[in-house]
């Protein structure tokens, strides 16, 4: 009996253990991609952070149709990369700090075939030497395309494991994907 419960503690500590390695770092203009990032990352009882803007996205922002659209005057512009204002936990204050995990998981829209240039922001300003990332979009139709694999080229020294749109898809259905990459 005695050896049952050490090796389900010892199961429990090496379980807290692993998704205290993953975070899930997300932006979100509407709200899709952070309903997906936070039910993924309850699912796998892994950290989550936000990257917030200093300028937040207004629909007059994000209008695709208009031209000069902040967001179409962005994704038209390779060297654009927004500000940051934060990259926080959505459940406390505590600031992003890549060096305590393993994997991150970056999760973002997909703006014109191509993640939104304040995901770039954050991928550069990171240490990613000795981590793997994963990548995962939502998408009104358009699908992951070059984005992750784009993405990791400006992690300089990261793992890039793959990515995938998950649109549509429970919080287990990302989670047996991402672990299926990490095998």
Same mark, same amino acid.
């Given at each position: 009996? &005695? &050896?049952?419960?050490?090796?389900? =503690?010892?199961?429990?500590?090496?379980?807290?253990? =692993?998704?205290?390695?993953?975070?899930?770092?997300?932006?979100?203009?509407?709200?899709?991609?952070?309903?997906? %990032?936070?039910?993924?990352?309850?699912?796998?009882?892994? @950290?989550?952070?936000?990257?917030?803007?200093?300028? &937040?996205?207004?629909?007059?922002?994000?209008?695709?149709?208009?031209?000069?659209?902040?967001?179409?005057?962005?994704?038209? @512009?390779?060297?654009?990369?927004?500000?940051?204002?934060?990259?926080?936990?959505?459940?406390?204050?505590?600031?992003?700090?890549?060096?305590?995990?393993?994997?991150?998981?970056?999760?973002?829209?997909?703006?014109?075939?191509?993640?939104?240039?304040?995901?770039?922001?954050?991928?550069?300003?990171?240490?990613? %030497?000795?981590?793997?990332?994963?990548?995962?979009?939502?998408?009104?139709?358009?699908? =992951?395309?070059?984005?992750?694999? @784009?993405?990791?080229?400006?992690?300089?020294?990261?793992?890039?494991?793959?990515? &995938? @749109?998950?649109?549509?898809?429970?919080?287990?259905?990302?989670?047996?994907?991402?672990?299926?990459? =990490?095998?």
């Amino acid at each position: 009996m &005695k &050896k049952l419960i050490l090796t389900l =503690l010892l199961g429990g500590l090496i379980m807290t253990g =692993l998704s205290a390695k993953t975070a899930f770092v997300y932006f979100s203009a509407t709200g899709t991609t952070e309903r997906m %990032a936070k039910n993924t990352a309850k699912e796998m009882g892994a @950290d989550i952070f936000e990257i917030q803007p200093v300028h &937040k996205y207004t629909d007059a922002d994000l209008d695709w149709h208009n031209k000069k659209s902040l967001s179409s005057i962005e994704c038209n @512009d390779p060297k654009s990369r927004p500000s940051i204002k934060a990259v926080v936990s959505t459940s406390s204050t505590t600031a992003f700090d890549i060096s305590g995990y393993d994997t991150v998981v970056v999760c973002y829209p997909i703006w014109w075939a191509y993640a939104p240039k304040i995901v770039y922001t954050f991928v550069e300003s990171q240490n990613w %030497a000795g981590k793997k990332m994963i990548t995962l979009c939502t998408s009104g139709g358009s699908g =992951l395309g070059r984005s992750g694999t @784009d993405l990791s080229k400006f992690a300089k020294g990261v793992d890039f494991k793959g990515g &995938k @749109d998950f649109t549509r898809g429970s919080g287990a259905d990302v989670k047996k994907y991402i672990e299926g990459l =990490l095998k």
